[in-house]
Protein backbone atom coordinates (compact mmCIF):
# COMPACT_ATOMS: atom_id res chain seq x y z
CA UNK A 1 0.00 0.00 0.00
CA UNK A 2 1.78 3.52 -1.16
CA UNK A 3 2.45 5.80 1.66
CA UNK A 4 -0.43 9.16 2.40
CA UNK A 5 0.39 11.82 0.55
CA UNK A 6 -0.20 13.48 3.91
CA UNK A 7 -0.34 12.60 7.64
CA UNK A 8 -0.90 13.97 10.73
CA UNK A 9 -0.35 11.91 14.23
CA UNK A 10 -1.06 12.44 17.68
CA UNK A 11 -1.16 16.10 17.34
CA UNK A 12 -1.59 18.04 20.20
CA UNK A 13 -2.11 22.01 20.34
CA UNK A 14 -2.96 24.37 23.75
CA UNK A 15 -4.33 27.96 23.20
CA UNK A 16 -4.37 29.99 26.12
CA UNK A 17 -3.96 27.31 28.84
CA UNK A 18 -7.25 25.27 27.26
CA UNK A 19 -6.22 21.83 25.42
CA UNK A 20 -7.15 22.23 21.64
CA UNK A 21 -6.68 19.25 20.25
CA UNK A 22 -5.57 16.32 22.00
CA UNK A 23 -3.95 13.32 19.59
CA UNK A 24 -5.63 14.66 16.33
CA UNK A 25 -4.76 12.47 13.60
CA UNK A 26 -5.66 13.04 9.37
CA UNK A 27 -4.55 10.83 6.67
CA UNK A 28 -4.78 11.60 3.18
CA UNK A 29 -4.04 9.60 0.02
CA UNK A 30 -4.39 9.78 -3.53
CA UNK A 31 -7.76 11.14 -4.38
CA UNK A 32 -8.82 11.44 -1.37
CA UNK A 33 -12.43 13.41 -1.02
CA UNK A 34 -12.34 14.10 3.03
CA UNK A 35 -14.73 16.86 5.03
CA UNK A 36 -13.23 17.81 8.38
CA UNK A 37 -16.83 18.89 10.60
CA UNK A 38 -16.86 19.69 13.89
CA UNK A 39 -18.27 22.94 16.54
CA UNK A 40 -17.45 26.21 15.74
CA UNK A 41 -13.40 26.44 17.71
CA UNK A 42 -13.38 22.54 18.06
CA UNK A 43 -10.39 23.05 16.00
CA UNK A 44 -10.86 22.13 12.32
CA UNK A 45 -9.36 25.52 10.64
CA UNK A 46 -6.31 25.32 13.22
CA UNK A 47 -5.47 21.65 12.10
CA UNK A 48 -5.91 22.42 8.33
CA UNK A 49 -3.54 25.41 9.11
CA UNK A 50 -1.47 22.01 10.66
CA UNK A 51 -2.04 20.36 7.56
CA UNK A 52 -0.99 23.22 5.39
CA UNK A 53 2.76 23.69 7.48
CA UNK A 54 1.73 26.90 8.74
CA UNK A 55 1.13 26.03 12.74
CA UNK A 56 3.18 24.35 14.35
CA UNK A 57 1.59 21.96 17.00
CA UNK A 58 3.01 21.53 20.27
CA UNK A 59 3.16 17.53 20.16
CA UNK A 60 3.18 15.11 17.16
CA UNK A 61 4.15 14.36 13.56
CA UNK A 62 3.04 15.91 10.05
CA UNK A 63 4.63 14.16 7.31
CA UNK A 64 4.26 15.44 3.79
CA UNK A 65 5.19 12.68 1.03
CA UNK A 66 8.20 13.65 -0.83
CA UNK A 67 7.87 15.71 -4.08
CA UNK A 68 3.84 16.10 -3.30
CA UNK A 69 2.18 19.61 -4.10
CA UNK A 70 0.05 21.31 -1.42
CA UNK A 71 -2.37 24.20 -2.03
CA UNK A 72 -4.45 25.86 0.99
CA UNK A 73 -7.26 28.22 0.67
CA UNK A 74 -7.63 30.06 4.15
CA UNK A 75 -10.85 31.57 5.28
CA UNK A 76 -9.32 35.08 5.22
CA UNK A 77 -6.95 35.56 1.99
CA UNK A 78 -4.83 38.94 2.09
CA UNK A 79 -3.86 40.12 -1.68
CA UNK A 80 -2.00 42.81 -0.06
CA UNK A 81 1.22 43.64 -2.27
CA UNK A 82 -0.35 42.37 -5.62
CA UNK A 83 -0.95 44.93 -8.12
CA UNK A 84 -3.51 42.59 -9.78
CA UNK A 85 -5.22 39.64 -9.34
CA UNK A 86 -3.74 37.67 -12.03
CA UNK A 87 0.00 38.74 -10.00
CA UNK A 88 -1.49 37.11 -6.80
CA UNK A 89 -3.13 34.20 -8.59
CA UNK A 90 0.36 33.40 -10.64
CA UNK A 91 2.54 34.02 -7.51
CA UNK A 92 0.72 31.02 -6.87
CA UNK A 93 2.28 28.83 -9.23
CA UNK A 94 5.40 26.75 -9.76
CA UNK A 95 8.13 26.28 -12.49
CA UNK A 96 6.14 23.36 -14.02
CA UNK A 97 2.83 24.77 -13.73
CA UNK A 98 0.67 26.42 -16.79
CA UNK A 99 1.02 30.01 -16.48
CA UNK A 100 -2.04 30.23 -18.74
CA UNK A 101 -4.79 28.40 -16.03
CA UNK A 102 -4.18 31.32 -13.85
CA UNK A 103 -6.05 33.82 -16.43
CA UNK A 104 -8.36 30.38 -17.10
CA UNK A 105 -9.55 30.00 -13.41
CA UNK A 106 -10.33 33.99 -12.74
CA UNK A 107 -12.24 34.26 -15.85
CA UNK A 108 -14.18 31.15 -14.86
CA UNK A 109 -14.85 32.80 -11.85
CA UNK A 110 -16.28 36.21 -13.19
CA UNK A 111 -13.00 38.01 -13.14
CA UNK A 112 -10.86 39.27 -15.63
CA UNK A 113 -7.06 39.09 -13.78
CA UNK A 114 -6.75 43.12 -14.20
CA UNK A 115 -8.84 43.97 -11.32
CA UNK A 116 -7.06 45.77 -8.32
CA UNK A 117 -7.18 44.01 -4.86
CA UNK A 118 -8.24 46.79 -2.81
CA UNK A 119 -11.14 47.48 -4.81
CA UNK A 120 -12.94 44.01 -4.30
CA UNK A 121 -15.39 42.83 -2.09
CA UNK A 122 -15.53 39.97 -0.02
CA UNK A 123 -17.14 37.80 -2.63
CA UNK A 124 -14.74 38.25 -5.00
CA UNK A 125 -11.24 38.12 -2.87
CA UNK A 126 -12.80 34.56 -2.14
CA UNK A 127 -12.99 33.86 -5.68
CA UNK A 128 -9.04 35.11 -6.72
CA UNK A 129 -8.26 32.99 -3.70
CA UNK A 130 -9.64 29.64 -5.12
CA UNK A 131 -8.21 30.95 -8.46
CA UNK A 132 -4.96 30.82 -6.69
CA UNK A 133 -5.09 27.91 -4.94
CA UNK A 134 -6.77 25.80 -7.92
CA UNK A 135 -4.48 26.67 -10.91
CA UNK A 136 -1.56 24.89 -9.98
CA UNK A 137 -3.67 21.41 -9.67
CA UNK A 138 -1.81 20.25 -6.26
CA UNK A 139 -1.72 16.85 -5.09
CA UNK A 140 -3.45 17.80 -1.78
CA UNK A 141 -5.67 21.05 -1.69
CA UNK A 142 -7.08 22.29 1.68
CA UNK A 143 -9.94 24.25 1.21
CA UNK A 144 -11.34 26.00 4.62
CA UNK A 145 -14.78 27.48 3.51
CA UNK A 146 -14.64 27.72 0.34
CA UNK A 147 -18.01 28.45 -0.56
CA UNK A 148 -18.28 31.25 1.79
CA UNK A 149 -19.30 34.70 0.22
CA UNK A 150 -19.63 32.84 -3.01
CA UNK A 151 -22.99 33.14 -4.67
CA UNK A 152 -25.24 30.05 -6.52
CA UNK A 153 -23.59 29.65 -9.66
CA UNK A 154 -19.86 30.18 -8.30
CA UNK A 155 -20.98 27.18 -6.13
CA UNK A 156 -21.91 24.79 -8.82
CA UNK A 157 -19.14 25.43 -10.49
CA UNK A 158 -16.49 24.73 -7.58
CA UNK A 159 -18.45 22.06 -7.39
CA UNK A 160 -18.12 20.46 -10.79
CA UNK A 161 -14.12 21.69 -10.98
CA UNK A 162 -13.47 20.04 -7.77
CA UNK A 163 -15.76 16.74 -8.69
CA UNK A 164 -13.33 16.37 -11.87
CA UNK A 165 -10.34 16.64 -10.13
CA UNK A 166 -7.76 13.65 -9.75
CA UNK A 167 -6.06 14.72 -6.94
CA UNK A 168 -6.82 14.33 -3.16
CA UNK A 169 -8.97 17.38 -1.00
CA UNK A 170 -9.78 18.48 2.48
CA UNK A 171 -12.51 20.18 3.08
CA UNK A 172 -14.10 22.44 6.16
CA UNK A 173 -17.86 23.68 4.78
CA UNK A 174 -21.10 24.47 6.32
CA UNK A 175 -23.01 23.58 2.89
CA UNK A 176 -24.39 20.66 3.32
CA UNK A 177 -25.11 19.70 0.01
CA UNK A 178 -21.47 21.06 -1.36
CA UNK A 179 -20.26 18.36 1.19
CA UNK A 180 -22.48 14.96 0.61
CA UNK A 181 -21.87 15.31 -3.28
CA UNK A 182 -17.75 15.90 -2.88
CA UNK A 183 -17.02 14.03 -0.29
CA UNK A 184 -15.72 10.24 0.68
CA UNK A 185 -14.68 10.40 4.27
CA UNK A 186 -15.57 12.40 7.34
CA UNK A 187 -13.56 13.18 10.03
CA UNK A 188 -14.96 14.58 12.95
CA UNK A 189 -12.98 16.69 15.55
CA UNK A 190 -15.21 16.26 18.89
CA UNK A 191 -13.11 17.34 22.33
CA UNK A 192 -9.53 17.87 20.83
CA UNK A 193 -9.56 14.10 19.02
CA UNK A 194 -10.56 13.06 15.50
CA UNK A 195 -12.92 10.04 14.74
CA UNK A 196 -12.82 9.28 10.95
CA UNK A 197 -15.80 7.88 9.12
CA UNK A 198 -15.38 6.07 5.64
CA UNK A 199 -18.01 7.19 3.96
CA UNK A 200 -18.85 11.37 2.75
CA UNK A 201 -20.78 13.52 4.63
CA UNK A 202 -24.48 12.26 3.67
CA UNK A 203 -24.27 9.51 6.35
CA UNK A 204 -22.29 11.52 9.23
CA UNK A 205 -24.98 12.35 11.10
CA UNK A 206 -26.84 9.29 11.64
CA UNK A 207 -23.13 8.01 12.83
CA UNK A 208 -22.50 10.28 15.00
CA UNK A 209 -25.82 10.50 16.44
CA UNK A 210 -25.22 6.46 17.31
CA UNK A 211 -21.66 7.28 18.86
CA UNK A 212 -23.03 10.22 21.01
CA UNK A 213 -26.07 8.07 22.35
CA UNK A 214 -23.48 4.94 23.02
CA UNK A 215 -21.06 7.42 24.75
CA UNK A 216 -23.94 8.30 27.18
CA UNK A 217 -25.27 4.63 27.78
CA UNK A 218 -21.56 4.14 28.96
CA UNK A 219 -21.62 7.53 31.18
CA UNK A 220 -24.62 6.32 32.39
CA UNK A 221 -22.75 3.11 33.31
CA UNK A 222 -19.85 4.47 34.86
CA UNK A 223 -21.83 6.46 36.92
CA UNK A 224 -23.60 3.26 38.75
CA UNK A 225 -20.30 1.73 38.54
CA UNK A 226 -18.67 4.37 40.90
CA UNK A 227 -22.10 5.06 43.18
CA UNK A 228 -21.85 1.14 43.74
CA UNK A 229 -17.95 1.12 44.19
CA UNK A 230 -19.04 4.59 47.11
CA UNK A 231 -21.40 2.51 48.49
CA UNK A 232 -19.19 -0.29 48.88
CA UNK A 233 -16.22 1.96 50.38
CA UNK A 234 -18.49 3.29 53.20
CA UNK A 235 -20.41 1.00 53.85
CA UNK A 236 -18.77 -2.45 53.22
CA UNK A 237 -15.10 -1.28 55.32
CA UNK A 238 -12.02 -1.80 53.87
CA UNK A 239 -9.58 -4.58 55.14
CA UNK A 240 -6.20 -3.21 54.49
CA UNK A 241 -4.66 -6.65 54.94
CA UNK A 242 -6.39 -8.15 51.71
CA UNK A 243 -4.66 -7.14 48.52
CA UNK A 244 -7.94 -7.63 46.59
CA UNK A 245 -10.07 -4.61 48.53
CA UNK A 246 -6.79 -2.05 48.29
CA UNK A 247 -7.31 -2.80 44.11
CA UNK A 248 -10.91 -2.41 43.89
CA UNK A 249 -10.18 1.06 45.95
CA UNK A 250 -7.53 1.91 43.28
CA UNK A 251 -10.06 0.80 40.49
CA UNK A 252 -12.70 3.28 41.87
CA UNK A 253 -9.93 5.63 42.11
CA UNK A 254 -9.35 5.41 38.61
CA UNK A 255 -13.12 5.44 37.84
CA UNK A 256 -13.23 8.61 39.57
CA UNK A 257 -10.20 9.76 37.36
CA UNK A 258 -11.50 8.91 34.41
CA UNK A 259 -14.90 11.06 34.57
CA UNK A 260 -12.91 13.70 35.72
CA UNK A 261 -10.75 13.86 32.75
CA UNK A 262 -13.53 13.35 30.11
CA UNK A 263 -14.59 16.31 28.19
CA UNK A 264 -17.73 16.59 27.99
CA UNK A 265 -19.87 17.41 25.03
CA UNK A 266 -20.20 21.37 24.43
CA UNK A 267 -23.63 22.81 25.09
CA UNK A 268 -26.71 22.77 22.50
CA UNK A 269 -27.57 26.38 21.45
CA UNK A 270 -30.92 27.54 22.48
CA UNK A 271 -32.22 29.81 20.35
CA UNK A 272 -35.79 31.73 21.09
CA UNK A 273 -37.25 34.54 19.26
CA UNK A 274 -39.27 37.44 20.63
CA UNK A 275 -42.20 37.39 18.82
CA UNK A 276 -44.48 40.81 18.51
CA UNK A 277 -48.24 40.74 18.05
CA UNK A 278 -49.47 39.34 15.18
CA UNK A 279 -49.29 41.38 11.26
CA UNK A 280 -51.92 42.30 9.45
CA UNK A 281 -52.93 39.17 6.50
CA UNK A 282 -51.00 41.37 3.99
CA UNK A 283 -47.51 41.74 4.64
CA UNK A 284 -46.41 43.41 1.12
CA UNK A 285 -47.73 43.94 -1.75
CA UNK A 286 -45.68 45.57 -4.80
CA UNK A 287 -47.30 46.59 -7.81
CA UNK A 288 -45.37 46.88 -10.89
CA UNK A 289 -42.14 48.10 -9.15
CA UNK A 290 -38.36 49.20 -10.70
CA UNK A 291 -35.43 50.12 -9.61
CA UNK A 292 -32.13 51.04 -11.55
CA UNK A 293 -28.99 52.80 -10.56
CA UNK A 294 -27.19 54.70 -13.60
CA UNK A 295 -28.49 52.23 -16.97
CA UNK A 296 -28.68 49.77 -14.54
CA UNK A 297 -31.78 47.98 -14.31
CA UNK A 298 -31.85 46.09 -10.53
CA UNK A 299 -35.45 45.72 -10.79
CA UNK A 300 -38.09 45.94 -13.31
CA UNK A 301 -41.72 45.38 -13.26
CA UNK A 302 -42.11 43.11 -10.38
CA UNK A 303 -45.43 42.57 -9.04
CA UNK A 304 -45.34 40.30 -5.58
CA UNK A 305 -47.41 39.91 -2.68
CA UNK A 306 -46.52 38.09 0.51
CA UNK A 307 -48.73 37.37 2.99
CA UNK A 308 -48.60 36.17 6.66
CA UNK A 309 -46.71 33.39 7.47
CA UNK A 310 -44.40 33.16 4.46
CA UNK A 311 -41.04 32.30 3.77
CA UNK A 312 -39.62 34.21 0.57
CA UNK A 313 -36.15 33.10 -0.59
CA UNK A 314 -34.29 35.57 -2.59
CA UNK A 315 -31.50 33.79 -4.52
CA UNK A 316 -29.36 35.14 -7.37
CA UNK A 317 -25.15 36.14 -8.59
CA UNK A 318 -23.60 38.63 -6.34
CA UNK A 319 -24.26 42.01 -7.95
CA UNK A 320 -27.83 41.13 -9.20
CA UNK A 321 -29.44 43.20 -6.62
CA UNK A 322 -30.89 41.02 -3.75
CA UNK A 323 -29.57 42.77 -1.09
CA UNK A 324 -31.32 46.28 -3.11
CA UNK A 325 -34.74 44.09 -3.58
CA UNK A 326 -34.34 43.28 0.63
CA UNK A 327 -34.68 47.53 0.67
CA UNK A 328 -37.14 47.84 -1.37
CA UNK A 329 -39.72 45.30 -0.30
CA UNK A 330 -38.75 46.54 3.45
CA UNK A 331 -39.23 50.18 2.42
CA UNK A 332 -36.40 51.32 3.56
CA UNK A 333 -35.87 52.34 -0.21
CA UNK A 334 -38.26 53.66 -2.37
CA UNK A 335 -39.16 52.53 -6.49
CA UNK A 336 -38.27 54.61 -9.14
CA UNK A 337 -41.51 53.36 -10.77
CA UNK A 338 -44.69 51.34 -8.81
CA UNK A 339 -46.07 51.22 -5.89
CA UNK A 340 -45.21 49.37 -2.96
CA UNK A 341 -47.81 48.77 0.08
CA UNK A 342 -46.60 47.46 3.61
CA UNK A 343 -49.15 45.77 6.56
CA UNK A 344 -50.41 46.99 9.08
CA UNK A 345 -48.84 46.16 12.97
CA UNK A 346 -45.40 45.21 11.09
CA UNK A 347 -42.20 44.90 13.01
CA UNK A 348 -39.39 44.11 11.15
CA UNK A 349 -36.37 42.51 12.57
CA UNK A 350 -33.20 43.27 10.26
CA UNK A 351 -29.91 40.75 9.99
CA UNK A 352 -27.71 41.69 8.00
CA UNK A 353 -24.57 39.74 6.59
CA UNK A 354 -21.88 42.39 6.90
CA UNK A 355 -22.15 41.95 10.84
CA UNK A 356 -21.48 46.28 10.23
CA UNK A 357 -24.05 46.50 13.15
CA UNK A 358 -21.83 45.81 15.54
CA UNK A 359 -19.38 47.83 17.65
CA UNK A 360 -16.35 46.32 18.24
CA UNK A 361 -15.02 48.25 20.83
CA UNK A 362 -17.88 47.06 22.67
CA UNK A 363 -18.47 44.22 24.73
CA UNK A 364 -20.94 41.10 24.21
CA UNK A 365 -23.30 42.58 27.05
CA UNK A 366 -23.01 46.12 26.40
CA UNK A 367 -23.62 44.82 22.90
CA UNK A 368 -27.04 42.56 24.14
CA UNK A 369 -28.12 45.17 26.22
CA UNK A 370 -27.91 48.04 24.91
CA UNK A 371 -25.51 49.51 27.56
CA UNK A 372 -28.27 49.31 29.94
CA UNK A 373 -27.78 47.05 32.90
CA UNK A 374 -27.55 43.13 32.76
CA UNK A 375 -30.73 42.00 31.55
CA UNK A 376 -32.05 40.99 28.22
CA UNK A 377 -35.96 41.26 27.61
CA UNK A 378 -36.69 38.03 25.73
CA UNK A 379 -40.17 36.74 24.77
CA UNK A 380 -41.38 38.77 27.13
CA UNK A 381 -39.41 38.04 30.11
CA UNK A 382 -36.31 39.40 31.51
CA UNK A 383 -33.03 37.42 31.26
CA UNK A 384 -29.69 38.09 32.76
CA UNK A 385 -27.44 38.85 29.97
CA UNK A 386 -24.84 35.89 30.67
CA UNK A 387 -27.72 33.69 31.08
CA UNK A 388 -29.03 34.57 27.68
CA UNK A 389 -25.50 34.26 26.23
CA UNK A 390 -24.80 30.80 27.18
CA UNK A 391 -28.32 29.73 24.94
CA UNK A 392 -25.54 30.94 22.31
CA UNK A 393 -22.43 29.07 23.34
CA UNK A 394 -20.95 31.87 24.37
CA UNK A 395 -19.48 31.66 28.17
CA UNK A 396 -19.95 33.60 30.90
CA UNK A 397 -16.60 35.18 31.07
CA UNK A 398 -16.83 36.44 27.47
CA UNK A 399 -19.49 39.21 28.86
CA UNK A 400 -16.64 41.58 29.36
CA UNK A 401 -14.68 40.52 26.04
CA UNK A 402 -14.80 42.84 22.66
CA UNK A 403 -16.59 42.34 19.80
CA UNK A 404 -13.48 42.51 18.02
CA UNK A 405 -12.21 39.53 19.51
CA UNK A 406 -14.58 36.95 18.36
CA UNK A 407 -14.44 34.66 15.74
CA UNK A 408 -16.38 34.64 12.43
CA UNK A 409 -18.71 32.49 13.97
CA UNK A 410 -19.22 33.90 17.14
CA UNK A 411 -19.47 37.23 15.49
CA UNK A 412 -22.57 35.22 13.71
CA UNK A 413 -24.10 33.91 16.50
CA UNK A 414 -23.93 37.30 18.60
CA UNK A 415 -25.78 38.64 15.53
CA UNK A 416 -28.58 36.20 15.49
CA UNK A 417 -28.50 37.01 19.42
CA UNK A 418 -29.40 40.35 18.94
CA UNK A 419 -32.13 40.22 16.62
CA UNK A 420 -33.50 37.47 18.04
CA UNK A 421 -34.34 39.27 21.71
CA UNK A 422 -36.01 41.71 19.53
CA UNK A 423 -39.44 41.92 19.05
CA UNK A 424 -40.56 41.03 15.39
CA UNK A 425 -42.94 39.65 13.49
CA UNK A 426 -41.25 40.23 10.11
CA UNK A 427 -37.55 38.71 10.25
CA UNK A 428 -35.71 40.15 7.00
CA UNK A 429 -31.96 37.67 6.96
CA UNK A 430 -29.35 38.30 4.50
CA UNK A 431 -27.00 35.17 4.37
CA UNK A 432 -27.64 34.19 7.88
CA UNK A 433 -24.95 30.74 7.30
CA UNK A 434 -22.05 32.23 6.73
CA UNK A 435 -19.26 31.12 9.43
CA UNK A 436 -22.24 29.35 11.75
CA UNK A 437 -21.35 25.55 12.30
CA UNK A 438 -23.70 22.98 10.86
CA UNK A 439 -25.22 22.54 14.60
CA UNK A 440 -26.38 26.17 15.23
CA UNK A 441 -27.42 25.62 11.46
CA UNK A 442 -29.96 23.42 12.82
CA UNK A 443 -31.13 24.90 15.84
CA UNK A 444 -31.82 27.67 13.21
CA UNK A 445 -33.68 25.99 11.23
CA UNK A 446 -35.47 24.96 13.68
CA UNK A 447 -36.59 28.51 15.13
CA UNK A 448 -37.77 29.63 11.29
CA UNK A 449 -40.04 26.79 11.36
CA UNK A 450 -41.48 27.02 13.96
CA UNK A 451 -41.50 31.19 13.73
CA UNK A 452 -44.97 32.33 13.56
CA UNK A 453 -43.99 35.70 11.52
CA UNK A 454 -43.44 35.97 8.02
CA UNK A 455 -39.10 35.59 6.70
CA UNK A 456 -37.18 37.07 4.03
CA UNK A 457 -34.29 35.34 3.42
CA UNK A 458 -31.23 35.60 1.34
CA UNK A 459 -28.92 32.64 0.64
CA UNK A 460 -26.71 31.43 -1.18
CA UNK A 461 -27.16 27.52 0.63
CA UNK A 462 -28.84 25.34 -0.76
CA UNK A 463 -30.05 22.73 1.48
CA UNK A 464 -31.18 25.39 4.33
CA UNK A 465 -33.41 27.05 1.10
CA UNK A 466 -35.18 23.49 0.66
CA UNK A 467 -35.55 23.15 4.02
CA UNK A 468 -37.08 26.71 5.10
CA UNK A 469 -38.51 28.68 2.48
CA UNK A 470 -42.19 28.48 0.43
CA UNK A 471 -41.31 29.95 -2.04
CA UNK A 472 -38.09 31.80 -4.21
CA UNK A 473 -37.72 34.65 -5.97
CA UNK A 474 -34.58 34.49 -8.13
CA UNK A 475 -33.23 36.83 -10.39
CA UNK A 476 -33.75 35.94 -14.03
CA UNK A 477 -30.70 38.74 -15.50
CA UNK A 478 -31.74 42.81 -16.83
CA UNK A 479 -34.07 43.45 -13.63
CA UNK A 480 -35.93 40.58 -13.90
CA UNK A 481 -37.17 38.69 -11.17
CA UNK A 482 -39.36 35.11 -10.67
CA UNK A 483 -40.85 33.72 -7.75
CA UNK A 484 -41.58 29.74 -8.06
CA UNK A 485 -42.99 28.05 -5.05
CA UNK A 486 -41.55 25.86 -2.62
CA UNK A 487 -37.18 25.86 -2.01
CA UNK A 488 -34.68 25.92 -4.21
CA UNK A 489 -34.63 22.48 -5.84
CA UNK A 490 -38.18 22.97 -6.62
CA UNK A 491 -37.36 25.65 -8.69
CA UNK A 492 -34.38 24.16 -10.58
CA UNK A 493 -36.95 21.51 -11.29
CA UNK A 494 -39.62 23.63 -12.66
CA UNK A 495 -36.87 25.59 -14.67
CA UNK A 496 -36.03 22.24 -16.12
CA UNK A 497 -39.57 21.49 -17.05
CA UNK A 498 -39.80 25.24 -18.04
CA UNK A 499 -43.21 25.48 -16.42
CA UNK A 500 -42.96 27.88 -13.71
CA UNK A 501 -45.73 27.89 -11.25
CA UNK A 502 -45.88 31.75 -10.03
CA UNK A 503 -46.43 31.22 -6.05
CA UNK A 504 -49.68 33.84 -6.20
CA UNK A 505 -51.26 30.59 -7.89
CA UNK A 506 -50.17 28.59 -5.02
CA UNK A 507 -51.91 31.49 -3.00
CA UNK A 508 -55.11 31.44 -5.02
CA UNK A 509 -55.42 27.64 -4.74
CA UNK A 510 -54.83 28.01 -0.60
CA UNK A 511 -57.49 30.21 -0.10
CA UNK A 512 -60.14 28.35 -2.34
CA UNK A 513 -58.94 25.39 0.42
CA UNK A 514 -56.87 23.75 -1.77
CA UNK A 515 -53.45 23.71 0.16
CA UNK A 516 -51.93 25.60 3.07
CA UNK A 517 -49.53 28.45 1.73
CA UNK A 518 -47.00 26.75 4.59
CA UNK A 519 -47.22 23.48 2.42
CA UNK A 520 -44.20 24.17 0.74
CA UNK A 521 -43.95 22.90 -2.83
CA UNK A 522 -47.62 23.85 -3.40
CA UNK A 523 -50.24 20.93 -5.22
CA UNK A 524 -49.76 20.24 -8.99
CA UNK A 525 -46.05 20.70 -9.40
CA UNK A 526 -42.92 19.01 -8.75
CA UNK A 527 -42.47 17.82 -5.21
CA UNK A 528 -40.21 18.39 -2.79
CA UNK A 529 -36.97 15.90 -2.74
CA UNK A 530 -37.10 16.06 0.75
CA UNK A 531 -39.69 16.27 3.87
CA UNK A 532 -39.32 19.98 5.07
CA UNK A 533 -37.78 20.22 8.67
CA UNK A 534 -41.06 21.06 9.81
CA UNK A 535 -42.79 17.98 8.16
CA UNK A 536 -39.68 15.43 10.09
CA UNK A 537 -40.34 17.36 13.49
CA UNK A 538 -44.17 16.44 12.93
CA UNK A 539 -43.44 12.78 12.15
CA UNK A 540 -41.57 12.52 15.22
CA UNK A 541 -44.04 14.25 17.64
CA UNK A 542 -47.49 13.16 16.27
CA UNK A 543 -47.52 9.25 17.48
CA UNK A 544 -47.14 10.95 20.80
CA UNK A 545 -49.68 13.35 20.32
CA UNK A 546 -52.10 10.48 19.27
CA UNK A 547 -51.17 8.38 21.92
CA UNK A 548 -51.52 11.00 24.16
CA UNK A 549 -55.05 11.87 23.17
CA UNK A 550 -56.51 8.09 23.07
CA UNK A 551 -55.37 7.93 26.53
CA UNK A 552 -57.04 10.51 27.73
CA UNK A 553 -60.00 9.24 25.63
CA UNK A 554 -59.98 6.27 27.34
CA UNK A 555 -59.45 8.02 30.38
CA UNK A 556 -62.94 10.01 29.79
CA UNK A 557 -64.76 7.11 28.43
CA UNK A 558 -64.32 5.83 31.78
CA UNK A 559 -65.45 8.45 33.36
CA UNK A 560 -68.74 9.30 31.33
CA UNK A 561 -69.73 4.75 31.69
CA UNK A 562 -70.12 5.81 35.18
CA UNK A 563 -74.21 5.95 35.47
CA UNK A 564 -74.24 7.87 38.59
CA UNK A 565 -72.37 10.96 37.33
CA UNK A 566 -74.79 12.73 35.71
CA UNK A 567 -77.24 12.86 38.90
CA UNK A 568 -74.48 12.96 40.99
CA UNK A 569 -72.29 16.06 38.94
CA UNK A 570 -74.08 17.24 36.05
CA UNK A 571 -71.40 20.03 35.40
CA UNK A 572 -68.68 17.48 35.31
CA UNK A 573 -70.22 15.15 32.78
CA UNK A 574 -71.39 17.71 30.24
CA UNK A 575 -67.33 19.00 30.81
CA UNK A 576 -65.90 15.08 30.14
CA UNK A 577 -68.30 15.12 26.90
CA UNK A 578 -66.94 17.99 25.61
CA UNK A 579 -63.59 17.40 26.56
CA UNK A 580 -64.19 13.77 25.08
CA UNK A 581 -65.62 15.13 21.80
CA UNK A 582 -62.91 18.53 21.54
CA UNK A 583 -60.23 14.91 21.85
CA UNK A 584 -61.99 13.11 19.08
CA UNK A 585 -61.88 15.43 16.75
CA UNK A 586 -57.82 16.38 17.40
CA UNK A 587 -57.00 12.67 17.16
CA UNK A 588 -58.89 12.31 13.56
CA UNK A 589 -57.07 15.80 12.83
CA UNK A 590 -53.56 14.24 13.98
CA UNK A 591 -53.80 11.05 12.43
CA UNK A 592 -54.84 12.17 9.25
CA UNK A 593 -51.68 14.78 9.37
CA UNK A 594 -49.08 11.66 10.41
CA UNK A 595 -50.88 9.39 7.49
CA UNK A 596 -50.19 11.86 4.92
CA UNK A 597 -46.73 12.47 6.07
CA UNK A 598 -45.84 9.03 6.44
CA UNK A 599 -47.55 8.39 2.57
CA UNK A 600 -45.11 11.64 1.40
CA UNK A 601 -42.01 9.97 3.50
CA UNK A 602 -42.51 6.56 1.83
CA UNK A 603 -42.69 8.12 -2.19
CA UNK A 604 -39.61 10.04 -1.32
CA UNK A 605 -38.07 6.97 -0.08
CA UNK A 606 -39.34 5.20 -3.26
CA UNK A 607 -38.10 7.72 -5.68
CA UNK A 608 -34.42 7.50 -4.33
Known amino acids: ?7 LRDIHLTFGG ?3 LTGADLLVAENDRICLVGRNGSGKSTLMKIAAGLVESDRGERVLRQGTSLRYLPQEPDLAGFATTLAYVEAGLGPADDRHQARRHLEALGLSGDEEPQRLSGGEVRRVALARALAPAPDVLLLDEPTNHLDLPAIEWLESELAS ?3 AVVLISHDRRFLQRLTRTTIWI ?6 RLSRGFGEFEAWRDDLLAREAEEAHKLERKIASEMDWLYYGG ?17 MRQQRREARSVQGRARMVVSESETSGRLVIEAEGISKQFGDRPIVADLSLKVLRGDRLGIVGANGAGKTTLLNLLTGQLAPDRGTLKLGTRLEIVTLDQTRESLDPEASLAETLTGGRGDTVRVGGQSRHVASYMKDFLFLPEQAR ?3 KVLSGGERARLMLACAFARPSNVLVIDEPTNDLDLETLDLLQELLADYQGTVLLVSHDRDFLDRIVTSVLAAE ?4 WQEYAGGYSDMQAQRAGNAPEPAAARRKEAAQGGVSSEAGAGSGVTSPAKLSFKEKRALDLLPERMAALEAEID ?3 GRLADTSLYARDPAAFKSAAARLEACSAELATAEEEWLALEIKREELATRK
Open 555 to 557: TLK
Open 401 to 403: SPV
Open 1 to 7: MAAPLLS
Open 18 to 20: TPL
Open 165 to 167: RRG
Open 238 to 254: ITARRRRNQGRVAALEG
Open 477 to 480: GEGR
Open 190 to 195: DRGLTR
